[in-house]
């Protein structure tokens, strides 16, 4: 099936650092969603993308949706310890709607 | 409170015995969804289902089985078939119908087959 890519695959960042990570497709996107997981709980949803180039904030995150529709990036600006988690874009590409394909994780870890 | 309910929360079974994971949702949601995760990986799709009584293959349904009798439930049942079922299960759901919308997961079952 189809298969998102998502990098970096961990990142290490000192506390009050900004971040960066980023998911590409091979096929065209209608939807991007980026979720965060804590250990042992159900995603959570962050933001939600529908439109390409769309911008959308939520607080310090800030997630666009690629111009190509086959992108989407997710910045945290001025990280804290409480960011730290397992972060997955996903999506549903322009054929099938009803269809949720999950990147593999981006994992988040914030040194104080 | 609206939301997906998953039971139970840890679930421990004997190898070669079928068990049933439960998924209710009160959002009014027409699509649900089954995932599998293990440690350290991402989220594949089981299965999923746009509306009752009708569900769909995802991309790891060997040794799975569904049912979709009611709006509200999406149980998944791991059967004896199912080579290496210890993982994380979640359930998620959304709007549906055709329309790009989120969708809301649970809080997730960790299946131990001992």
């Known amino acids: 099936g189809q298969q998102l890519n998502q990098s970096p695959q961990s990142m290490f960042i000192q506390e009050g650092e900004d971040v960066s990570m980023n998911c590409t497709s091979s096929s065209i996107f209608n939807t991007w969603l980026w979720y965060k997981q804590d250990p042992g709980e159900g995603p959570v949803l962050l933001i939600a993308l529908y439109k390409a180039g769309e911008l959308t904030s939520n607080g310090r995150l800030t997630a666009q949706f690629g111009i190509t529709r086959k992108d989407s990036f997710l910045n945290i600006s001025a990280s804290i310890p409480s960011d730290v988690g397992i972060y997955f874009c996903a999506g549903r590409e322009k054929t099938s709607y009803d269809k949720v394909i999950f990147g593999p994780g981006t994992s988040l870890s914030v040194i104080p | 409170d609206g939301g997906i309910t998953q039971s139970p929360k840890y679930l421990f079974r004997k190898e070669g015995q079928n068990v049933t994971l439960s998924c209710e949702q009160n959002l009014n949601h027409d699509a649900m969804y089954w995932y599998r995760q293990d440690p350290g990986q991402g989220l594949r799709l089981i299965y999923y289902?746009?509306?009752?009584?009708?569900?769909q293959k995802g991309d790891i349904a060997e040794g799975y089985s569904v049912s979709r009798e009611k709006k509200e439930s999406f149980p998944l049942t791991v059967t004896s078939a199912q080579k290496n079922p210890t993982a994380f299960y979640l359930c998620a759901s959304s709007i549906g119908g055709g329309r790009n919308t989120e969708a809301f997961f649970g809080q997730g079952t960790r299946l131990t087959v001992v």
């Open positions: 289902s746009q509306i009752v009584n009708d569900f």
